[in-house]
């Protein structure tokens, strides 16, 4: 059974910081494009943060509002993906959702905000 379960979201300051991290289980993540995706309370899905099968800086998508504060990484030995979220806004408040897909066009993934697997959401709430 394919499965992405996602862990480290909470209630952090403005300014503050917080690291999502997403274990994999039921398959293994190597050959997948992975991304986080969000939804702010009333808002549509955005596409956060992708990354493609390999590893390079290159191989990384961001949105404009998180370009600079967010970084995304992956680590294929531990089956997992993380996104490290640095000066935190109150914008950035939204539940998280770790995605994977076969699709090497990982930017596609996160443009368009469709993805073939779903993590069940980390809720990050950004207050004072």
């Known amino acids: 059974q394919v499965q992405l379960v996602e862990s480290g979201g909470g209630l952090v300051q403005p300014g503050g910081s917080l690291r999502l991290s997403c274990a994999a289980s039921?398959?293994?993540?190597?050959?997948?494009?992975l991304g986080w995706f969000r939804q702010a309370p009333g808002k549509e899905h955005e596409g956060v943060s992708c990354?493609?099968?390999?590893?390079?800086?290159?191989?990384?998508y961001y949105g404009d509002s998180v370009k600079g504060r967010f970084t995304i990484s992956r680590d294929n030995a531990k089956n997992t993906v993380y996104l490290q979220m640095n000066s935190l806004k109150p914008e950035d408040t939204a539940v998280y959702y770790c995605?994977?897909?076969?699709?090497?066009?990982?930017?596609?993934?996160?443009?368009?905000?469709?993805?073939?697997?779903w993590g069940q959401g980390t809720r990050v709430t950004v207050a004072s």
């Open positions: 039921g398959f293994g993540l190597d050959y997948y494009a």
């Open positions: 995605v994977a897909d076969i699709q090497t066009a990982f930017q596609s993934i996160c443009k368009n905000v469709a993805a073939l697997y």
């Open positions: 990354i493609g099968i390999g590893s390079s800086d290159g191989n990384t």
